[in-house]
């Protein structure tokens, strides 16, 4: 369990899984940039941040490699080269947030949803109410 994205002084984050994974594997000491942050217990399905790099990198084999090195709950789907002026947090244009509801209980959504085990639940005023 990750206390959230943002590294913190007693907990583990996201974000030092990430630069620890990749400070070993270039071989220098990188510090990440998030286009955001997450709360403990929040799951971001798409999530981009940027690294300053010394030497110049294969994007795919860096990917394959970080994937090979990361634990199983986190997944690296791209790596692309940007501008050196380029910023994960202050370039980003759009950002959206989904929260799920599962009516009944699904023992693979429970980390991911909120589940109601109530047959009193009201979709039209919980979209009403939104």
Not at 15 to 24: F, G, M, P
Not at 46 to 66: A, M, Y
Not at 94 to 101: K, T
Request: hydrophobic fraction near 40%; charge should be negative; charged fraction near 25%.
């Amino acid at each position: 369990m990750y206390h959230g994205w943002q590294i913190q002084p007693n907990a583990k984050s996201v974000q030092e899984v990430l630069e620890n994974a990749l400070s070993l594997l270039l071989g220098e000491k990188i510090a990440v940039i998030g286009c955001g942050r997450t709360d403990a217990g929040v799951h971001a399905s798409q999530f981009f941040l940027h690294f300053e790099v010394s030497e110049t990198i294969d994007e795919i084999k860096l990917q394959f490699k970080l994937n090979a090195f990361l634990p199983n709950d986190i997944a690296i789907h791209q790596i692309f080269i940007v501008d050196n002026d380029a910023h994960a947090r202050f370039d980003a244009v759009y950002r959206s947030y989904e929260y799920r509801i599962s009516l009944g209980k699904n023992p693979f959504l429970v980390d991911t949803t909120l589940q109601v085990k109530s047959k009193s639940f009201d979709r039209e005023k919980m979209n009403k109410a939104a």
